[in-house]
């Protein structure tokens, strides 16, 4: 019983260090700490099983049997209420414990309403941690709150070497990166906020927001998940490559050529040409008519990839992204 009230004053001085500052993060390298914590107090009512043997061997043993209890309607009672042990609050020493037995008995009970004491306020604790920690899940309010400062001081810490970092980290990280990966599959960034509170670690959170601040990433909508699927970084890129989609078109290009490199363009993509052609009429604001669906699938007999046209096409498309990867990386320094 000593050992186990060590661990458990122990244990008391952890979750007191930490519970005025666990909820206030949204990712933490304590997952799941309260929680395990309360499992593992659950666990030591085992050590208690030796001391309810006791009690139900000082219970009354003139006990009616199961008929005499259906007939009679008397209820079946817990051993703590039968047992004269445990009947009711003693003030004074258990039995003149004191007077009548060694001094290891006396001590053998005052450690053992001590590990009830601690067990109670180590419970009390997790209980009150998970209960709040729920409410934080339940709620895009405060989640998003805590999600945003973490944001904010992340990028604080490193905001003056993330740029340093080559593409190809970034493609690694992109990879690797779990709480990036479920943003990307989140139904909507609120789903994903509330979900991962407390569930990354900042090694993989820090990750997450280095990838959002370099890339800019903005959450495809429903309408076009099914078209972008886990890309909503290139939908975002179309965007813009629509916008200036004529700065792209050969000088000589007449309307009839204009369904064409709307099919270049989703091939390049690399989309289903059918949802793409929707998406593009919707965008595209320039000076050129926008072609219809069934005009546009009709290209695929003139595509040709190794085509000196489509060469062109797609190299323009490569110098516009460049140019505005320069402008932001500029914008940025500046």
Not at 8 to 31: M, P, R, V
Not at 50 to 59: D, E, G, N, R
Not at 79 to 90: C, D, I, M, R, W
Not at 159 to 164: G, I, V
Request: charged share 30%.
């Amino acid at each position: 019983m000593i050992d186990i009230n060590s661990k458990l004053e122990q244990g008391l001085l952890e979750l007191e260090s930490f519970k005025n500052d666990f909820n206030n993060k949204w990712a933490t390298d304590y997952n799941g700490f309260f929680s395990s914590s309360a499992t593992l107090l659950e666990k030591i009512r085992s050590y208690m099983n030796p001391l309810m043997k006791v009690l139900k061997q000082c219970c009354p043993k003139n006990l009616p049997n199961k008929h005499d209890m259906e007939v009679h309607n008397i209820k079946d009672r817990p051993v703590q209420e039968v047992s004269p042990l445990a009947g009711g609050t003693y003030t004074g020493y258990f039995y003149d414990v004191k007077e009548t037995f060694p001094m290891e008995v006396e001590e053998l009970t005052n450690e053992i309403q001590k590990c009830y004491e601690l067990y109670e306020k180590c419970l009390h604790i997790c209980k009150d941690i998970i209960e709040d920690e729920e409410k934080i899940k339940q709620s895009p309010e405060m989640a998003g709150a805590l999600f945003e400062a973490y944001k904010s001081a992340a990028y604080s810490r490193f905001k003056n070497t993330y740029q340093l970092l080559s593409d190809d980290v970034f493609v690694i990280l992109m990879e690797t990166c779990q709480a990036y990966i479920d943003f990307m599959r989140a139904k909507s960034n609120e789903d994903f906020v509330c979900k991962g509170v407390h569930k990354y670690n900042t090694k993989d959170a820090d990750n997450l927001i280095m990838i959002l601040c370099r890339n800019g990433v903005k959450r495809t909508t429903e309408s076009n998940k099914k078209l972008w699927g886990d890309r909503p970084e290139l939908a975002e890129e179309m965007r813009y490559i629509i916008q200036h989609f004529d700065d792209l078109l050969p000088v000589n290009m007449i309307q009839t050529e204009f369904a064409f490199y709307q099919y270049a363009l989703a091939k390049w993509a690399d989309v289903p040409v059918i949802g793409f052609v929707e998406f593009f009429n919707q965008e595209y604001t320039g000076k050129w008519k926008a072609s219809k669906k069934s005009n546009v699938n009709k290209q695929n007999k003139k595509y040709n990839r190794k085509s000196d046209n489509v060469k062109d096409f797609e190299f323009a498309i490569k110098n516009l992204l460049n140019s505005k990867k320069e402008h932001t990386s500029q914008t940025e320094t500046a």
